[in-house]
């Protein structure tokens, strides 16, 4: 197990950038058990290492990931059935639900690369980052109803607040595939670019953020989160809570004096 852990996932960290990269690509990135104890383990990594100042996640081949490893699953529906007791859905509340918390509530901006297709739980890896560079051959699919199962990965809290209810129940209840440009002009994805320009361009995207100014890029996540299920009032309140804690940050200062200086600032990430 401790092999396909290892490959099944790769983690690098350079300069501040740690880029973990999906690498199941015979299989479509299908997540078994070992892929997402893996990205799991790989993201809460990332999110623990003070060096680590933004994450790149991306994948290999050509696709970006289909979601669960269905071979697996229907295994593990079997060996259930037969032992007539265990969950062979654990693998939500065990890997899915924490691999969603560790990309959405880490201290700093996760940027996906989507390189192919994103369904299912790929999808919802994909929209639990902070910024999502997508190849234009990309494409996205919910997939859920289509094996008659609910959403999972955090696509029914995502979704819905990205391109609203009524679409968002469109692509669940008719599973569909949709291109990257759909997904672009849905408000899906911040850029689609071409394939064979994603690695430069998603990187260049992780790149400026692992250099910007860290705790401010951890107040704005944490602010529009809280956003999300507060009140105005309640959100002016975190506003100002969190712009004190930005404000007293050393890259405040460094920005404040380069831009007085009329130079460009050289952030510390704290």
Known sequence: M?????????????????????NRPDAMNAMNTAAKVALRDALLAASADADVR????????????????????????????????????STVREH??????????MAKPVVAGV??????????FALAADYRVVADTASFNTSFAGVAL?????????????????RAADLLFFPRSISAQDAYELGIVNRVVPAAELAEQAGAVARALADGPTVAYAALKESM???AGHTLAESLEKEDELQTRAGRSKDHTIAVEAFLAKEKPVYLGK
């Open 2 to 22: 401790a092999d396909e852990l290892a490959n099944t996932v790769l983690y690098d960290v350079s300069d501040g950038l740690a880029t973990i990269t999906i």
């Open 54 to 89: 933004a994450v790149l996640l991306t994948a290999a081949g050509r696709a970006f990931c289909v979601g669960q490893d269905l071979k697996e699953h229907v295994a593990s529906l079997t060996a259930t059935r037969e032992a007539g007791s265990g969950n062979a859905l």
């Open 96 to 105: 899915y639900n924490p691999i969603v918390r560790a990309i959405t509530e």
């Open 115 to 124: 390189n192919g297709v994103a369904a299912g739980a790929g999808f919802g």
């Open 150 to 166: 609910s959403a999972d990965s955090g696509v029914s809290w995502t979704l819905p607040r990205l391109i609203g209810q009524s």
């Open 225 to 227: 989160a809280y956003g």
